[in-house]
């Protein structure tokens, strides 16, 4: 996964002004809210979230923590 910084957005940001978060997701499929400028949470659209997910029953927590610890390496760069 590679993170484009034009997906960066800040979590105030995403606060105030969450259509424009929904449509960058709209147009790129991901966006990363950033709390403190570090990464905190990924918002993905539905569509690649369930492409990703293994199974149709999977649970979106064990889907999220599956595709958290897929893309492990990238948050850790982030995180730097």
């Known amino acids: 996964m590679y993170i484009n910084v034009e997906n960066l957005v800040s979590i105030s940001e995403a606060n105030q002004n969450f259509s424009r978060v929904a449509r960058l997701v709209d147009e790129k499929g991901?966006?990363?809210i950033l709390k403190n400028n570090a990464p905190r949470y990924v918002?993905?659209?539905y569509g690649l979230f369930r492409q990703d997910a293994a199974a149709d029953n999977e649970s979106v927590e064990a889907a999220?923590?599956?595709?958290l610890a897929k893309h492990i390496r990238t948050f850790e760069e982030l995180a730097r």
């Open 30 to 32: 991901t966006a990363i």
């Open 43 to 45: 918002l993905l659209d």
């Open 64 to 67: 999220a923590s599956r595709l």
